[in-house]
């Protein structure tokens, strides 16, 4: 099939493209990214709220169900906004978050595991984004710090009280995830992956063995896609799409637990994102891209 480059008018009408976290949530698997509704290197409030509500919003009307931020995102910025444009949320609505990462007017992005700290930073989140539980909450991180154990169980003690439903991990090892599954059901992972960046392959096949979702970040590659561009505009212009179409489509077909979270403040770019997970690549051009 064909498709506009903007694709105003799709949406994520294929309901058997979903994936469910931890065999009980389910969602489609193409997401949000949230970090864009922020300001300059990811500090502040944007510069335009109103079109940031506006981007949530049809986010929503697109048929998205699957929204991903951070509270370091701003920091709060991305999670308020949030909770003020959209709780009470609809309910097949996810809104997964992080927490384990401090920010500074540097923006510099630390690492922070301390057991209480998490707490209290769940107790933030929960408050921004108008919530009693948070659907899913990721560790950020991993601290050098903090014994990585004992931040997997604070995670699990909170699910225990009912503060979180789903545990997720981001920046992790194989090892890690392992050592996480040992204390927790782990229902995600968040690492930097896509088709130009496959150094966490390994990571994505044991989510796959495990049944965990895989969710990329930095899904599109953006600036990063020179050696794979050739092949990815000649598939791009074969679909009447963009390369970062192509990218996303290819994300969705490389693996069955992938559900990618592209980021954008844009209502346009947003629809040409929600087009490509109507993007179907052959045989011919996965083997073109791998």
């Known amino acids: ?50 079109e940031a509500r506006r981007v949530l919003h049809q986010a929503l009307s697109l048929g998205i169900d699957f929204i991903d931020t951070a509270d370091s995102y701003g920091p709060g910025v991305s999670e308020r906004l949030i909770g003020e444009a959209l709780a ?27 057991p209480d700290y998490l707490r209290n930073a769940v107790l933030a989140s929960r408050d921004r984004l108008g919530v009693d539980t948070i659907d899913l909450y990721q560790y950020h991180r991993p601290d050098p710090d903090t014994p990585f154990e004992d931040s997997v169980h604070a995670l699990a003690e909170m699910k225990d009280e009912g503060l979180i439903r789903h545990v997720g991990l ?16 782990v229902a995600t992972v968040q690492n ?10 390994d ?23 020179d050696e794979k561009a050739d092949a990815l505009d000649a ?25 990618p979270i592209p980021g954008t403040s844009s209502v346009t770019h947003l629809k040409e994102n ?17």
């Open 274 to 290: 929600v087009a490509a997970s109507e993007i179907e690549l052959s045989d011919d051009e996965l083997a073109r891209l791998r």
């Open 1 to 50: 099939m064909t498709l506009a480059v903007v694709g105003g008018s799709m949406g994520l009408t294929n309901r058997s493209d979903t994936f469910d976290l931890d065999g009980e949530t389910t969602v489609h698997r193409l997401g949000y990214g949230a970090m864009r509704i922020t300001g300059e290197d990811i500090i502040g409030r944007p510069d335009d709220e109103d």
């Open 235 to 259: 598939i791009a212009e074969a679909h009447d799409a963009t390369r970062y179409q192509i990218a996303l489509a290819w994300l969705l077909q490389h693996s069955p637990v992938t559900l």
């Open 203 to 225: 990571v994505l096949q044991a989510c796959e063995e495990y049944d965990v979702g895989f969710i990329p970040w930095f899904p599109l590659g953006a600036g990063e896609l």
């Open 170 to 185: 981001s920046n992790v090892s194989v090892e890690q995830l392992e050592t996480a599954r040992d204390i927790v059901d």
């Open 192 to 201: 930097q992956y896509n088709v130009a960046d496959r150094e966490d392959e």
């Open 88 to 114: 009470p949320y609809p309910d097949e609505l996810v809104v997964a978050t992080k927490g384990g990462l401090l920010r500074n007017t540097d923006g510099d992005w630390l690492p922070q595991g301390d």
